[in-house]
């Protein structure tokens, strides 16, 4: 059997989590690496959260929000889109693979786009392999 | 012409007498001669003991929220007078409750470098220009100050306060020309490498002390988040995916909010390079979204706002869509 990644996905409840039901109801195929985390906005992902979850041994991690004009709580997204955007930037600085980690906008309309996301990511993510620059294992004090 | 010191210490005695401020923050000399001290100062007499340090590397903001209540005047270079406009910015600190003696800052030495230049280091004397004449029991040297300088301050982008209640007169370092340099050089690495330097330079040596972020005047959290037990962010132990968790939390929880003081480093007791990080943040901040903290005190922070055409061919969509993919 071939390695299937383990990816977190945080998916909005407004738009990207309906967006991966309409995916489902809709019968479209993606691969089944991805756990779904519902948030209420796509700005209640804190980095340390994304960071917990590779922490916690996941291979990635893909936070999906509505479209800029289109979040529940108005400008959650916009918002989020800045502090993703420096939490990518630091992420690349100290050479964890940026592809590890995911942003995207779907709606609850776009079932096929988020099967699309979901394939484009568990590619880029296989290509890396597993994560073990950033998983806990528990080890004894000098032994490693 | 006078000095800085003595600068300081008329304006810190007219602060007093006027009433201006009942607590004047400020710098005097340490226990060695490459230490010098934060110090609260009460009484126009205690004046006399301020300095305008060589060596005042720890940010005198930091103790403000135990001053609460009272009116405190700040002897403010750039760096300070900038930590005070963020906490302001974030409601810890009244405008009007502090007084920022604003000090045109001719840039501070690093004392591990100044502590490399001798066995026992005996004087230092700066003229606060040019050179530094360093007095060691192996003898006297004179060196150059910008050898001796603290990488931040090499760095510094605003050595004059942007905000102040009064200026003292003075002569302040011109704002660097290169303030990302070493960023740059980190940046210009392959992925692996680093990552290496990450381990390597930061996390491997990293004993999480926190003095890092006790040292840091924006670091007030009541309860920081590697305090939580539930849920626990970070791990007892110095298992080195934690230690790397922390330093990335907290960088980023200082983006669009450090004021590159240095203290964290510092204060670092493993002379991690730590400011790399938050100096990354930094320049991001100002290149993607025009920002840099603490110039102005009615501004919203970084993070409390956006624009409609921020930077987004980050997302994954945004590149699909530009591949024609969806
Ligand atoms: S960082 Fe800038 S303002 Fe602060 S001490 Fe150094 S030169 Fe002065
Ligand atoms: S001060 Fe230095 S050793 Fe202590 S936690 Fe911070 S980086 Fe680690
Ligand atoms: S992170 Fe370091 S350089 Fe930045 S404000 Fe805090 S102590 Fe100063
Ligand atoms: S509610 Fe969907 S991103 Fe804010």
Redesign the pocket.
């Known amino acids: 059997m071939s390695w299937e990644p383990k990816i977190i996905a945080f998916l909005c409840n407004w738009c990207s989590y309906a967006g991966a039901d309409l995916a489902g109801v809709s019968r479209l195929r993606y691969p089944p690496s991805i756990r779904v985390v519902r948030v209420p906005c796509s700005s209640r992902v804190s980095p340390a959260m994304i960071l917990d979850a590779l922490k916690s041994g996941a291979d990635g991690v893909l936070v999906s929000g509505c479209h800029p004009g289109d979040c529940h709580y108005l400008t959650g997204n916009l918002y989020a889109r800045r502090r993703f955007y420096l939490l990518k930037k630091l992420l690349e600085f100290v050479g964890l693979d940026p592809e590890r980690v995911q942003f995207a906008w779907v709606s609850a309309s776009e079932g096929d786009v988020f099967a699309k996301v979901v394939t484009e990511v568990t590619d880029r993510i296989k290509a890396l392999g597993p994560n073990t620059k950033f998983r806990k294992v528990l080890r004894v004090e000098g032994k490693s | 012409m006078s000095t800085l010191t003595e600068k300081i210490r008329e304006a810190a005695q007219k602060v007093l007498a006027e009433g201006l401020a009942e607590v004047v923050l400020g710098y005097t000399q340490g226990s060695l001669p490459y230490r010098n001290r934060v110090t609260a100062v009460n009484t126009p007499e205690e004046t006399s003991r301020l300095i305008w340090p060589s060596f005042g590397v720890l940010n005198p903001a930091n103790v403000l929220h135990k001053l609460k209540g009272k009116k405190v005047a700040l002897i403010s270079p750039g760096c300070v007078s900038r930590a005070v406009v963020v906490l302001c910015q974030e409601g810890q600190v009244k405008r009007d409750e502090v007084y920022l003696l604003g000090v045109p800052c001719p840039g501070m030495l690093d004392p591990s470098k100044v502590r490399d230049l001798g066995k026992k280091i005996l004087r230092v004397e700066d003229d606060f220009k040019e050179k530094v004449l360093v007095v060691t029991s192996e003898g006297e040297k004179i060196v150059a100050r910008e050898e001796l300088l603290r990488q931040n301050c090499l760095e510094c982008r605003h050595p004059t306060p942007p905000v102040y209640d009064e200026l003292l007169e003075g002569e302040a370092r011109k704002p660097s020309p290169s303030p990302y340099q070493k960023v740059e050089e980190i940046e210009a690495r392959e992925v692996s490498a680093r990552w290496q330097w990450f381990q390597e330079a930061?996390v491997s040596?990293?004993?999480?002390?926190?003095?890092?972020?006790n040292a840091c005047p924006l670091c007030y959290c009541p309860t920081c988040f590697v305090d939580d037990s539930r849920p626990q962010w970070v791990g007892k132990t110095r298992d080195p995916v934690d230690?790397a968790l922390?330093?990335l939390v907290r960088a980023y929880h200082l983006a669009g909010r450090c004021v590159d003081c240095g203290s964290?480093e510092a204060?670092?007791?493993?002379d991690?390079p730590?400011r790399l990080l938050t100096k990354k943040l930094e320049k991001e901040a100002l290149s993607a979204f025009s920002f840099e903290s603490g110039l102005d005190p009615e501004a919203p922070l970084l993070l409390t706002t956006f624009r409609e055409e921020d930077p987004e061919d980050f997302m994954i969509t945004q590149e699909l869509k530009a591949l024609g993919k969806i």
Request: with cysteine; glycine share 0%.
């Open positions: 930061v040596r990293c004993i999480r002390c926190y003095a890092c972020r230690t922390y330093h964290c204060a670092c007791p493993m991690i730590l």
